[in-house]
């Protein structure tokens, strides 16, 4: 049995909570027994149900909070998590352990140590590193290196670490986790999502009410961790350029902060939009004609934003600002997927947006390199790569002496019956 452990899953419409759905029933259609522990956000949502053949475990923890608050919803998920685990684990049973809240990758491992069972973290971020990197007033001092202490030891005694890309991988080999229990799976963009019908995106547009303008979008989470003044300084240099509009979808820790900062600089060119729901989220991305990626420089090694994948299976252009010589950068660019440049670069991330509005067919042939790179980076694909990941070092070792133990069954076989024994 696979069991795997995050706060989020279905149905969730966060980034982990989708991907990891994707995953859970994919597993299943191919026939895996899988089993989720996740948290009970929603009190309307029954404690324990099977959802298209995954049997969900939902464990009751504080409502959803902001800033230090967190740490009690953190806690008390670490708590019944390790309960429902302890109650439910075999030893021939395999745990993956992903990152939200952080560092349950450690409670997995208590658990699995105890029962015998494997572990796999799938480490979508890296903690705490992340939780200093993006600042936020968490704080940095002896606590941070006491638990990368506990967090290094439970990758280094996992079966196997599944990584977002190589620099995630670096770091966790440089932590100490040898390179045969390290696998890289990029992430991919939610199961089902392609181009978008052409009506459905203008009718998206047209309930945006921004007409024919060239729409500049960031969709997702609006953390600390996404250098999201990039795109205010941008909006601010074409304010006067009616053609454009700039759009952020989504929730997150900095969204009244960037409200404020748009109503302080007066820019009517700027709006701001709930997250869309699954069943909407091919007409919300398809209805901006380039899409921002935004990654803080402090934290290029640390996460691997998902969102790339959904913008490029709708077949749209990129916009990242970000460490220009982290993996992210060079996935832009290696892919023809749009521009890759630093954050500070603003005057360059305008003389872009002024090129594609004026050059479409540049904007075009970035999107069909999106729905390429789309092609390639899709939920059957990772599907391949984990049923491969699952097949730890221990079960590989048991298959491949399987025909060796039968031969040597049958040779004692014979020497019984020549024995009279």
């Known amino acids: 049995m696979i069991v795997f452990l995050n706060r989020f899953y279905h149905p969730s419409t966060t980034a982990t909570g989708q991907l990891l759905t994707d995953l859970a029933e994919g597993l299943v259609a191919r026939g895996h027994a899988v089993r989720v522990v996740t948290s009970r956000h929603d009190a309307s949502l029954p404690g324990d149900e099977t959802h298209n053949g995954v049997r969900i475990h939902r464990i009751a923890t504080p409502a959803r909070r902001r800033g230090f608050a967190r740490i009690t919803e953190f806690l008390a998920f670490h708590v019944a998590a390790s309960r429902r685990l302890s109650g439910m684990l075999n030893s021939d049973d395999t745990v993956v352990a992903l990152t939200d809240p952080p560092l349950v990758g450690v409670t997995a491992a208590q658990a699995c140590r105890a029962s015998g069972a494997r572990l796999v973290h799938w480490v979508q971020d890296i903690y705490p590193e992340l939780l200093a990197a993006a600042g936020g007033g968490w704080p940095a001092l002896p606590l941070v290196a006491l638990l990368r202490l506990r967090r290094d030891r439970a990758w280094r005694d996992a079966a196997r670490c599944v990584t977002l890309g190589g620099d995630m991988a670096a770091l966790l080999r440089a932590r ?3 390179a045969d229990r390290l696998t890289v799976i ?30 500049v979008a960031y969709s997702g989470n609006l953390g ?12 601010e240099a074409l304010r006067r350029d009616s053609r454009f509009a700039f759009v952020f979808i989504g929730e997150g820790a900095r969204k009244s902060q960037l409200q404020r900062a748009v109503a302080a600089r007066g820019l009517e060119n700027v709006v701001f939009r709930p997250h869309e729901s699954r069943q909407h989220l091919a007409a919300s991305l398809a209805a901006a004609d380039a899409h921002w990626v935004t990654l803080r420089g402090s934290c ?9 994948y959904g913008i490029a299976a709708v077949g749209r252009p990129v916009l990242f600002a970000g460490p220009p010589d982290g993996e ?17 670069d603003t005057a360059r991330f ?9 050059t479409p067919a540049v904007c075009e042939d970035a999107a069909r390199a999106a729905l390429a790179f789309a092609r390639t980076h899709d939920l059957p694909s990772a599907l391949d790569a984990w049923e ?10 048991d298959n491949e002496d399987q025909p ?12 019984k019956v020549l024995l009279g024994s």
């Open 176 to 178: 100490g986790v040898s």
């Open 186 to 215: 990029p992430n991919w963009a939610p199961s089902g999502l392609a181009p978008s019908p052409p009506e459905d995106t203008a009718a998206m547009r047209a309930r945006w009410g921004l007409g024919g303008r060239f729409i």
């Open 224 to 235: 600390r961790v996404h250098d999201l003044d990039v795109c205010l300084r941008v909006a």
């Open 300 to 308: 290029g090694s640390l996460v691997f934003p998902s969102k790339l």
């Open 328 to 344: 992210l950068a060079r996935q832009v660019t290696d892919h023809r997927l749009g521009i890759a440049a630093s954050p500070d």
């Open 350 to 358: 305008v003389q872009t947006l002024h090129h594609w509005i004026e």
């Open 388 to 397: 491969e990941a699952l097949r730890l070092p221990e079960q590989m070792e």
């Open 404 to 415: 060796q133990r039968h031969k040597d069954t049958e040779k004692e076989g014979k020497e």
